[in-house]
């Protein structure tokens, strides 16, 4: 924002974005006063749409693009830099930081409002007894977010819809991801498994029975129910409105799972999550583990 009237409204330096060999934005300086119209013209794939996403920070600039799977990258820039590193080593500042987000994730998981499992144990849980290889597609919602601050993750690949946007992904892309471990060796035998809460899984649910009837897929979904589309009564609140249509009102996941063909478990405990989610993976098709979970605690 500017700081006062005559600060230009909107300010670029050398902004670029590269995709590989195509330079789609080559440093544009860009200087617009309040106050001022302008046209931004340009022709087809000019650049024009990346640029102004750029300018409303939809994405990011960028001069030196590193490419593919970050894994694969950072080997190949291990490789490359070998003890040639003039960075700074922030390790140690890394681990120290590390060590009190555990502990704090611990404290965390002890939590108990009496208004259902917190998030913190879930994800304790789900990261002592996934195994290292397994697929996990997370969906949309505060369960999402709790995935990503809770979630200690080894080896496990992660599918999440482009810029967390879409809830409803979680299930259908364990689908996908199934259907991708029987098509390629490499990945057979790798566990499927979906996160969601109950507003997300609630808009594919139908699905469920295309696991069952296709193949008996082998997919563990696992599913927050705090009974709310918790993310929007956050966001509403954040926003000082009154939290409005946020509640939900829905069946029993884990009975909808069995009536589907598949099976479906309940927690309503923290202290039965291990044995649920372990039961749930060891069965050899859909799964479903609805636990009831405490709204507020994310
Ligand atoms: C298709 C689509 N519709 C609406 C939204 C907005 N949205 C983001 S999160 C969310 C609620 C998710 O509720 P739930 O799955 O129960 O997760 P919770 O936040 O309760 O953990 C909604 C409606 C969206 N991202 N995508
Ligand atoms: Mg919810």
Redesign the pocket.
């Known amino acids: 924002m500017p700081n006062n009237l005559d600060d230009p409204i909107i300010e670029t330096r050398g902004l670029a974005k590269h995709f590989g060999d195509v330079r789609a934005v080559d440093g544009i300086d860009l200087t617009i006063g309040r106050g001022e119209i302008c046209g931004f013209l340009g022709r087809n794939e000019a650049g024009k749409t990346t640029t102004i996403r750029m300018i409303l920070g939809k994405t990011q600039p960028v001069a030196a693009p590193v490419w593919r799977e970050i894994a694969t990258t950072a080997a190949i820039l291990t490789e490359r830099v070998g003890d040639d590193i003039k960075a700074q080593d922030q390790s140690d500042e890394i681990a120290e930081r590390w060590a009190i987000w555990r502990a704090a994730k611990a404290n965390r998981a002890n939590d108990d409002n009496g208004r259902g499992v917190n998030s913190a144990a879930i994800f304790a849980s789900l990261s002592r007894t996934l195994p290292e290889d397994a697929v996990i597609a997370v969906?949309?919602?505060?369960?999402?977010y709790?995935f990503g601050g809770y979630f200690e993750c080894t080896h496990q690949s992660i599918l999440m819809s482009g810029y967390l946007?879409?809830?409803?992904f979680g299930f259908p892309a364990a689908l996908g991801a199934w259907s991708v471990t029987q098509d390629f060796p490499e990945l057979n035998g790798r566990k499927v498994v979906s996160v969601?809460?109950?507003?997300?899984?609630?808009?594919y649910m139908g699905d469920f029975t295309t696991a069952v009837i296709m193949y008996g897929m082998d997919i563990t979904h696992i599913l927050?129910n705090?009974s709310?589309?918790?993310?929007?009564a956050?966001e509403q609140r954040a926003a000082n409105f009154p939290v409005w249509q946020t509640d939900?009102h829905n069946p029993s996941f884990a009975e909808f799972a069995n009536l589907c063909g598949g099976t479906g478990f309940r927690v309503t405990d923290q202290g039965d999550l291990d044995q649920a989610i372990a039961d749930a993976l060891a069965v050899e098709g859909p799964s479903l583990v609805e636990i009831i979970t405490d709204?507020e605690h994310?």
């Open positions: 969906d949309v919602g505060n369960n999402t709790s946007g879409w809830i409803g969601s809460g109950d507003g997300g899984f609630g808009q927050l705090n709310k589309i918790a993310k929007i956050k939900l709204p994310n």
